[in-house]
């Protein structure tokens, strides 16, 4: 089935959802006519591991785990019918025993306990029983499993890690929020269980100052400002959010209607998926193929903003660089720690896939991760990354197969990563 079928099928099971007029859905199809020159997704290469080298050579040396935090609720509050929905978040005084945050520029290491209480205290509740963008009680078992899916791997199955936690073996480090703190901290509780933990071991947490935050496009990146701007003016965009404003327009309440029109594709998409996995009402009697619509659409929006490399530069490449160091940090010294873990956004996670050009085409999920590990030949002395994203191996473009060289890797990921971050983000003259 073509990709343009199948967004006609989208449409067509999105209208009738809707129950709209003939002339609704015939102003349908002319926009998705007047779309079909937008960027779409190529399938990313996966494949069986093609690899001569004998895995009793093979040893693994360094995990990377890079993951879009759990099930939240909504960042700005649902207007409307949604506004009283019961959300489940842990209250204020939840604990969290042995987490702690470091603050990168400070080296200052606080209790998280007391961290989250001063960042809670005074809030409103505006969903349920929580804040907006909270990670939600559901989020938190959801991020555990995952844990406990990494354990059976590197603890059970690979005997990589270590049966009870060792701390000085795992690095951690999250955006300054609390919903991505709280995911690392459920992942590492389905890794290590308190039963499989020492007396008093001690979770750390890095985190940086939010101006110098590089785990996601800033905004203060005058280049990638302008850039962004650049295509909202051009006719591919204004048709694109021609399309997502039809969606709304059954909505007879103007509060709840405007609240959804206001959002991007994006912040749409998140909001309903996340109302579709705590089992809430969607707005307007849509069902949930709506969200497989949005969730597309959303995605073809990373592929415009992503499909030059100057915006992976500007926008994830410092990042990349992070990770880079973190891995041959782990490779050259023993004693570093060999099993890392990122805790981010879906805008973490979109731009990272789109810059190695394994991007699927739909947006990153709430708990959807990437991982990257880290193989060495022992025979030939030689080092090797695979990468999966939610557990299917992908083949990073110009590796000769899903077993790719380190050296390979690193060429790939050097045209990622600005030389000089200041000077290419100034804004160029047009």
């Given at each position: 089935v073509s990709t343009q079928s199948t967004g006609v099928v989208k449409m067509w099971n999105l209208f009738a959802a809707k129950r709209l007029s003939v002339f609704g859905i015939l102003s349908a199809f002319a926009l998705l006519s007047r779309l079909k020159h937008v960027v779409r997704a190529e399938e990313p290469k996966q494949e069986p591991l093609k690899t001569e080298k004998d895995p009793k050579n093979l040893e693994l040396k360094v995990v990377q785990v890079i993951?879009?935090?759990?099930?939240?609720?909504?960042?700005?509050?649902?207007?409307?019918?949604?506004?009283?929905?019961?959300?489940?978040?842990?209250?204020?005084?939840f604990p969290y025993p042995g987490l702690y945050i470091r603050h990168r520029s400070y080296e200052t290491v606080t209790p998280y306990e007391d961290y989250r209480t001063e960042r809670l205290t005074g809030r409103p509740l505006t969903h349920g029983n929580c804040f907006?963008?909270?990670?939600?009680?559901?989020?938190?078992?959801?991020?555990?499993?995952?844990?406990?899916?990494?354990?059976?791997?590197?603890?059970?199955?690979?005997?990589?890690?270590?049966?009870?936690?060792?701390?000085?073996?795992?690095?951690?480090?999250?955006?300054?929020?609390?919903?991505?703190?709280?995911?690392?901290?459920?992942?590492?509780?389905?890794?290590?269980?308190?039963?499989?933990?020492?007396?008093?071991?001690?979770?750390?947490?890095?985190?940086?100052?939010?101006?110098?935050?590089?785990?996601?496009?800033?905004?203060?990146?005058?280049?990638?400002?302008?850039?962004?701007?650049?295509?909202?003016?051009?006719?591919?965009?204004?048709?694109?959010?021609?399309?997502?404003?039809?969606?709304?327009?059954?909505?007879?309440?103007?509060?709840?209607?405007?609240?959804?029109?206001?959002?991007?594709?994006?912040g749409c998409y998140s909001s309903i998926s996340s109302l579709l996995a705590h089992g809430f009402p969607l707005p307007a009697d849509l069902d949930s193929s709506v969200a497989s619509f949005l969730r597309s659409e959303s995605g073809r929006e990373y592929l415009?903003?992503?499909?030059?490399?100057?915006?992976?530069?500007?926008?994830?490449?410092?990042?990349?660089?992070?990770?880079?160091?973190?891995?041959?940090?782990?490779?050259?010294?023993?004693?570093?720690?060999?099993?890392?873990?990122?805790?981010?956004?879906?805008?973490?996670?979109?731009?990272?896939?789109?810059?190695?050009?394994?991007?699927?085409?739909?947006?990153?999920?709430?708990?959807?991760?990437?991982?990257?590990?880290?193989?060495?030949?022992?025979?030939?002395?030689?080092?090797?990354?695979?990468?999966?994203?939610?557990?299917k191996l992908v083949k990073l473009e110009k590796c000769q197969d899903s077993l790719c060289r380190l050296e390979e890797f690193l060429d790939v990921s050097k045209e990622l990563i600005p030389e000089n971050y200041e000077q290419e983000c100034l804004v160029k003259e047009m």
């Open positions: 993951t879009r935090h759990g099930w939240r609720t909504p960042n700005s509050i649902v207007k409307g019918s949604l506004q009283s929905l019961p959300w489940e978040c842990d209250p204020i005084n907006g963008g909270q990670l939600t009680q559901l989020g938190r078992q959801q991020m555990t499993k995952l844990g406990d899916f990494l354990r059976k791997r590197y603890v059970h199955e690979l005997n990589f890690m270590p049966t009870v936690l060792e701390p000085s073996q795992i690095y951690i480090r999250s955006t300054d929020t609390l919903r991505t703190i709280e995911t690392a901290y459920a992942l590492t509780l389905g890794l290590y269980p308190f039963t499989e933990r020492p007396q008093n071991a001690e979770i750390v947490v890095d985190i940086a100052k939010r101006e110098e935050e590089n785990m996601y496009p800033r905004s203060a990146c005058l280049r990638f400002t302008q850039m962004r701007q650049i295509r909202h003016k051009s006719e591919r965009f204004r048709n694109h959010r021609d399309l997502y404003h039809q969606i709304w327009e059954n909505i007879e309440n103007e509060e709840e209607r405007r609240y959804w029109e206001s959002r991007s594709w994006a415009e903003k992503f499909s030059e490399t100057e915006s992976s530069r500007i926008g994830i490449g410092r990042f990349i660089r992070d990770l880079n160091d973190h891995m041959i940090l782990a490779i050259e010294d023993e004693s570093s720690p060999k099993f890392q873990i990122f805790s981010g956004h879906d805008n973490t996670v979109g731009p990272l896939l789109n810059a190695f050009k394994v991007f699927d085409g739909l947006h990153p999920d709430m708990g959807s991760f990437i991982v990257i590990e880290v193989w060495k030949d022992k025979a030939a002395d030689e080092f090797y990354v695979k990468m999966f994203y939610q557990e």
